[in-house]
């Protein structure tokens, strides 16, 4: 038994308009003109899945395990679905191919592009401040040639003689009933109702091509790290002049060398010398605002912080920003002169005399706490 579920590419619970989205999508691939005369079975295989899947009472046969093309299914499913599940219009529409109240009509031309995803790389300066980037993608544009229209010489498309414009053509198959007339989508048209006489040799008549552009970006100051920004109209241009889809553009932003971003503050570490700490120093930091003044005050020990008020990150939707936060870490030195060791034998004596033997105790609990939070901070931030 054939999988006509698989021909088409479908769930087996796949909805009406799925099944249907299918098959256009499939025709137009495998159709000869398109495709080439190689796949022309393909296509007449493409067109018999749709034409039981889109027939509610065939389906049902497919679903019970019955084939509904298969000339011996005639007598199977004697007690399973028949005429008594079937109303009145059903059965007119199993014989007259849905000439009895059946709503199908020609496919459109005009299709709705799809939707389009891009990635953007940028620098943390630009995430402080927002910009404009470029992202280059593949997409589906307006064919120049024939200006979305899909006709060589921009002439509309004519009735089809075979359909006369409805779309679909009846056709006698063979079911559990016997042989029925059924409705299926008309293969000289593509289920269109129309034809283009003077087909576009560029797009083949469905009036867009692949391209590739460069697609500019407003990125908005304060944006975060993975954070998705929706372009409407940017993404693939549709068939025969039908709208665009969406662009979506994820946004990635490069570590940076000098600052570390944690919500709207930035962070960054220096390494003073140990008599800096003790005697006090004032010096200048790169920020992103440009060179900034800062004090260390005597008497700083190893992870105090320095804050720098309203430097930092923009904040989203508003003007405020972020502060920078400066973490000093106190350099010991590891190798002394003759000068250098005694100059520091002399300070210990006035400085340390004081303290007679080394005083053992646990740290307080706010000690810890300060010391482990920017301890793991930096840990955090390190890795």
């Not at 552009?213 to 109209?233: F, K, Q, T, Y």
Request: glycine share 10%; proline share 4%; hydrophobic share 35%.
């Amino acid at each position: 038994m054939t999988d006509y579920y698989k021909v088409l590419g479908v769930d087996h619970n796949a909805s009406d308009d799925e099944i249907r989205k299918a098959y256009r999508k499939m025709s137009r691939k495998y159709h000869p003109d398109i495709a080439g005369a190689e796949f022309e079975e393909k296509f007449k295989e493409v067109n018999a899945a749709y034409d039981v899947l889109s027939n509610p009472e065939k389906r049902r046969m497919v679903d019970m395990g019955v084939d509904p093309n298969d000339p011996s299914a005639g007598s199977a499913g004697a007690s399973g679905a028949g005429f008594a599940d079937m109303g009145m219009g059903d059965i007119f529409s199993q014989f007259f191919g849905g000439s009895f109240g059946n709503s199908q009509g020609p496919i459109s031309r005009v299709q709705p592009g799809d939707d389009a995803l891009a990635e953007a790389r940028i620098d943390l300066k630009t995430a402080i401040f927002g910009g404009n980037v470029s992202v280059r993608l593949t997409t589906f544009g307006v064919c120049k040639d024939c200006s979305g229209s899909g006709s060589a010489d921009n002439s509309a498309p004519e009735q089809c003689s075979v359909c006369h414009g409805s779309g679909f053509c009846q056709k006698v198959v063979r079911t559990m009933l016997g042989q029925m007339m059924s409705s299926m989508p008309c293969e000289h048209c593509e289920g269109h109702g129309t034809i283009i006489k003077n087909i576009c040799q560029n797009c083949h008549g469905h009036g867009r091509v692949r391209s590739i552009r460069e697609v500019g970006v407003n990125v908005p100051a304060g944006i975060r790290d993975g954070s998705r920004l929706r372009l409407a109209s940017q993404g693939s241009v549709g068939e025969c002049g039908g709208p665009a889809g969406d662009l979506y553009v994820d946004i990635h932003i490069r570590a940076d060398k000098q600052f570390t971003r944690n919500e709207d503050d930035l962070h960054c570490w220096i390494t003073v010398p140990m008599s800096w700490a003790v005697l006090g120093r004032s010096l200048e930091i790169d920020t992103f605002d440009g060179a900034q003044k800062i004090t260390i005050p005597a008497g700083c020990q190893n992870e105090d912080t320095i804050t720098l008020p309203n430097l930092g990150v923009t904040k989203l939707r508003s003007k405020d920003r972020g502060n920078i936060v400066v973490h000093v870490l106190v350099q010991t030195p590891s190798k002394l002169n003759d000068e250098e060791r005694a100059l520091i034998e002399k300070f210990a004596k006035l400085h340390d005399s004081s303290m007679k033997q080394v005083q053992q105790h646990s740290l307080s609990e706010q000690s810890s706490e300060r010391k482990g939070f920017f301890s793991k901070l930096k840990e955090a931030f390190a890795g």
